[in-house]
């Protein structure tokens, strides 16, 4: 053996120790007589069991890794489940918290539309009192324009009859003159007593026949007949009158106390008549009362105006915050098209504004399926996305943002699409965990830990049986390509005749060919149910 060959078997021997495996030994045939304790290798024969162990060496040490990775998966996914379940825990926490905070909304949506519906109709009593109240006003207005007119009138009748007595009089005073003077053949004198007691004389005798000349009138009813017979009859009455003064001057100082009684009952009656300083004061009292009047009547009407710009600037406003609130429902850039209705008209009207309150109703479930759908995607990133650091969820009083909802898709779009097809044709941990389980229950462990030496022992077995197999197939010079149950009818045959059974006797041993045939019985109980079980779970 030269020094290249000694140096890959003394490598192959390190593999085999470093596995836990005896070390293959080189014998010297000029030493060692006992040729049937010895097995012979050609360089090629040699070369392949070389490589062979080299293969199932370095076969074993992958699969060694792959189940120290398998452990390490398994020990992840625990890990993965626990912390899913404080996530649950917190999301379940999260969503009762929620749900506490919509029912607060809810309840500050119902109070402000009670609010505002309570504004509405408080605004709509308002407005009809003051429309009843100015009816009253102009009703108070037309009552009073009615007494002025009737003081009006009132006014005009005083004059006329103040106008009236002011001619009787100034007759009255014109008379008396013209009867003095016929009696006494002279004017009257103010200082004088005697001319006033004349004068006092004829106003009353004047004052009988007038009254006598009423009755006349009254009971004739022709009044210018009366005048007629009045004027033609005054000088016969004047004569009358001195001649009765005359006899009454004689026993004057009799009857002068009884006149002085008359006339101060005459003087009373004249001051008790309207005089032209009434007139002036009454004429004064109207203006007043008018100006009084027409003062109230624009005081009135400024709180009128005051009252109706006051009701309509509130009805203004109100008006203004519904049609800003159903231009925001019903505008072209709404969130939602439900309940949307055509514009109508600026006036107001109730029925106008009524469907906003299931259009806001739907707005607020929404909301609320809002918070849902941002639960239900932190799920889905904690799921695929394990490795990141889970967000912490908000709190009851933040709302749910459709931007953070935005900003976590795409960063689960981001990290999930990917056109490499080595990443898209891995296993997914669900599969990686049944191939454990599968390869637990094939190979009767209870542990995870006990999977691996079984692994190992198997496949150092079937290890042996293809170096076998093979070294049966180079000594009966057949093909690679035949079967192992070929290979099995071959050596029965040759085993049943009587000379190849000594050849193949002593070139492979009674104890090798046994070991070669129980091998081979294994190998075909083993791999049918391990092919089986495979194609079940690749299935699966």
Known sequence: MDQQEQVEWGDVNKLLQHHGFRPVLFADPVENKALSELVLLDKRTAADVRATLKVMLTDSERRQQLIQELIRTNNQLKEDVQSHMRRSVAQTQRASELETLLEGVRVRVQELEERCVGRAAQTHGEMQQLQHDKRQAQKLVQDLEQALMKQKEEVSQLQKKLHFAVREEEQRVVRQSQAFEQICRRTARQSSAHDQQVLD??????????????????????????????????????????????????DGEAQAEELRKKVEHLRLELETRPTLKDLKFYKHKVRRIEKLYNLRLSQDENSFEICDNSSESTCAQHQQLLSEISSVVTGPNAPLRLHRQKPRSDTLKMNQYQPLVPTLELWAQQLRLLKDLQQSLNNLSARLLPWQPSEECPTSAEPAKVEDMMLLVDTLLENTSTHDEKVLRSPTRHTLGSMVAHFQKLFDVSSLSGVYPRMNEVYCRLGEMNNAMRNIRDALSLDSRVTTAEVVNIVSRMAASSQPQSALHDLLGEGDIDSIIQKVKEHDEFSRPFIHSSLTSCRH
Do not use: C, N, W
Not at 205 to 211: A, F, I, L, R, V
Not at 213 to 234: A, N, Q
């Open 201 to 250: 004389v004829i106003d009353h005798y004047e004052t009988k026949m007038s009254q006598l000349l009423d009755e006349l009138r009254r009971t004739k009813g022709e009044e210018e007949m009366v005048l007629d017979h009045t004027s033609r009859s005054i000088s016969p009455t004047f004569k009358t009158l001195i001649k009765a003064f005359q006899e009454q001057q004689k």
